[in-house]
């Protein structure tokens, strides 16, 4: 059974070598992906896929993790704003559960913030609303794995 976990230090226990990692966004249309560098430093946006059905998704997310070599997934739990569960969230665990062929650890980390951080950064670029859109997807996933790599690197360092 691959470990699912919101506790970073069973994670980064689970992963004692570092390695890629998979940022996902997971909504009901799309899944945004981010991947960062194998020593944790960097996240980037990578794509977003359309969803069609699990199946089909499934084999999407395999493509680019194989591609990638990642040895882990980090996806963005959307809880709400008082840190309890919602409906969405429990969408998202089943989704994270339903990812076990995988045989990856997954980090379920807080999300509540990343849509609005990125949709804001891209205001104040001036960016399109059809580019907003296009984009927003990567662009979360991406902000959610910086956010998991700062604080898996702060482990290291006593905080």
């Known amino acids: 059974m691959a470990l699912i976990t919101s506790s970073r230090s069973e994670f980064a226990a689970a992963l004692p070598n570092g390695g890629k990692l998979v940022g996902l966004d997971v909504g009901t249309k799309t899944i945004g992906i981010a991947i ?33 070599h990642a040895r882990g997934l980090v996806i963005g739990l959307p809880l709400n704003m008082d840190g309890s569960d919602s409906p969405r969230t429990q969408s998202v665990r089943t989704f994270a559960r339903n990812l076990a062929p995988l045989e990856l650890p997954i980090l379920l980390w807080d999300e509540r913030w990343s849509t609005q951080a990125v949709e804001r950064a891209m205001i104040e670029a001036d960016v399109s609303r059809a580019k907003r859109a296009e984009k927003v997807d990567a662009l979360a996933a991406a902000h959610i794995l910086q956010g998991a790599i700062d604080a898996l690197a702060n482990l290291g360092n006593g905080s």
């Not at 960062?36 to 089909?56: L, M, N, Y």
């Open 36 to 68: 960062c560098d194998a020593g944790w430093h960097f996240a980037g946006p990578s794509e977003t896929i359309r969803r069609v059905k699990f199946t089909q998704d499934v084999d999407s997310l395999r493509r680019i993790i194989e591609h990638e």
